[in-house]
Structures are given as structure tokens and as C-alpha cells.
């Protein structure tokens, strides 16, 4: 089992920057893939960001490409979400993923075995 807690979500101007942080806990961090996805009410999960085992390998979304960075610290068990260049459309509740079976990079959500509880990311314009 992995638990992860996400935090860093908040309400932002457009242009603004936040840095979202998840952090899991329980079996070995390091042997799982991991991905940031979002959620608007009424609307599907959209893929956000992905990075492997190692964090040599990343995958974005195009809308956030260039503006979001993906990255992992093994030893904190943490992953993060580098937002710069905010926009209104990025407004979502924000969900770190983890996986079980995978160490590559993978954008599908259904390669994702565990899921954070979210945090609310508003940019206002």
C-alpha cells in the first residue's frame, strides 16, 4: 500500500506560480512511477504530468508544457509540480498518482494503483 497527501494548492492570480508537493508513505517510493493529474467537477481526470522511477524520463501534457516541471526526490519521498505562468484554465483540483506496476513514465490513468486526496489549485484572472 502507498498513502500520498498532496499540499501547495491555493488560490493564485494569473501569471502566478505554485509548487505543489506530494508525499507518500509506505511500501518503497523509489520502485514507483509517479503522475500528477487534475479534475474539474462534472469534467473527466486530465493528465497533468508523469515521471519514472528514476526521474530521467518525463511527460507532459501539452497544455502545461513549458510552463510545468515535473520532479521526484527519492530519499523525502516526495514528488513535486513546478507550476509557472498560471492561466485561468488550470483551475482543477490537482491529484498525485502512484504506480504499482509501472517504473517507466506513463500518462494513462489506469496504469495509476494509488491516489492522493487532491489539492484545489484557483487562478483568477
Known amino acids: 500500500q502507498v498513502q500520498l497527501v498532496e499540499s501547495g494548492g491555493g488560490l493564485v492570480q494569473d501569471g502566478g506560480s505554485l509548487r505543489l508537493s506530494c508525499e507518500a508513505s509506505?511500501?518503497?517510493?523509489?520502485?514507483?512511477?509517479m503522475g500528477w493529474f487534475r479534475q474539474d467537477p462534472g469534467k473527466a481526470r486530465q493528465f497533468v504530468a508523469s515521471?519514472?522511477?528514476?526521474?530521467?524520463?518525463?511527460r507532459y501534457a501539452d497544455s502545461v508544457k513549458g510552463r510545468f516541471t515535473i520532479s521526484r526526490d527519492n530519499a523525502l519521498n516526495t514528488v513535486y509540480l513546478q507550476m509557472n505562468n498560471l492561466k485561468p484554465d488550470d483551475t482543477a483540483r490537482y491529484y498525485c498518482?502512484?504506480?504499482?506496476?509501472?517504473?517507466?513514465?506513463?500518462?494513462?490513468?489506469?496504469?495509476?494503483?494509488?491516489w492522493g486526496q487532491g489539492t484545489q489549485v484557483t487562478v483568477s484572472s
Open positions: 515521471i519514472s522511477r528514476s526521474g530521467s524520463s518525463l
Open positions: 498518482a502512484a504506480s504499482s506496476r509501472y517504473t517507466a513514465s506513463i500518462s494513462s490513468a489506469d496504469a495509476y494503483d494509488y
Open positions: 509506505g511500501r518503497s517510493f523509489g520502485s514507483n512511477a
